[in-house]
T-cell receptor, first 112, second 113 residues
């Protein structure tokens, strides 16, 4: 039982390149989230999926797209990476609105 | 976007000392949460507070949900080396059936042996 897994763990991109961050959970949770964490700041919500088949914008969605592929998987795509997107990205999941969120180990992304 | 005001930003203490950190917000939350993040890992939930005025303990950790629902504090007693890490507060709301968390900036705890 791996919980929440994220791939890759590290990635370096050049400005303008695209990539997809993958997240998978084996906890049978309904809701999944993508956050970014920048130095000196807490986590900020990018997008979330309250249930399979739905996605919604969070606090900082610009420059990102998401896909809830199935109940287990929620991917985050950067279509044209910018240096401002250098950050650590965390995926999280929860069974429902009143339950604990469980976080993955993060993906450290650098855009040069 | 909104973030919670968490203080202090960093703490340097001796092993065995007690630690206190707090979090304030300009708006009300239904639930307050405290997380710990170890290097290279995602945050892990330490304590959840569900009612205004609630005082909850988890081993050496004690947290309180402020009466106004706009603040919370976390105390760690008799610190040990494994307490090192970054501590985050988070306010939780449920909006249209979805859970939304707003995080503080974090308190980085360093312990001198």
């Amino acid at each position: 039982n791996a919980g929440v897994t994220q791939t890759p763990k590290f990635q370096v991109l050049k400005t303008g390149q695209s990539m997809t961050l993958q997240c998978a959970q084996d906890m049978n949770h309904n809701s999944m989230y993508w956050y970014r964490q920048d130095p000196g700041m807490g986590l900020r919500l990018i997008y979330y999926s309250a249930s399979e088949g739905t996605t919604d914008k969070g606090e900082v969605p610009n420059g990102y797209n998401v896909s809830r592929l199935n109940k287990r998987e929620f991917s985050l795509r950067l279509e044209s990476a910018a240096p401002s997107q250098t950050s650590v990205y965390f995926c999280a999941c929860t069974w429902g609105a009143l339950y604990e969120q469980y976080f993955g180990p993060g993906t450290r992304l650098t855009v040069t | 976007g909104q973030q919670l005001n968490q203080s202090p930003q960093s703490m340097f203490i001796q092993e065995g000392e007690d630690v206190s950190m707090n979090c304030t917000s300009s708006s009300i939350f239904n639930t307050w949460l405290w997380y710990k993040q170890d290097p290279g890992e995602g945050p892990v939930l330490l304590i959840a507070l569900y009612k205004a005025g609630e005082l909850t303990s988890n081993g050496r950790l004690t947290a309180q949900f402020g009466i106004t629902r706009k603040d919370s504090f976390l105390n760690i007693s008799a610190s040990i080396p494994s307490d090192v890490g970054i501590y985050f507060c988070a306010g939780q709301r449920v909006i249209q059936g979805a859970q939304k968390l707003v995080f503080g900036q974090g308190t980085r705890l360093t312990i001198n042996p």
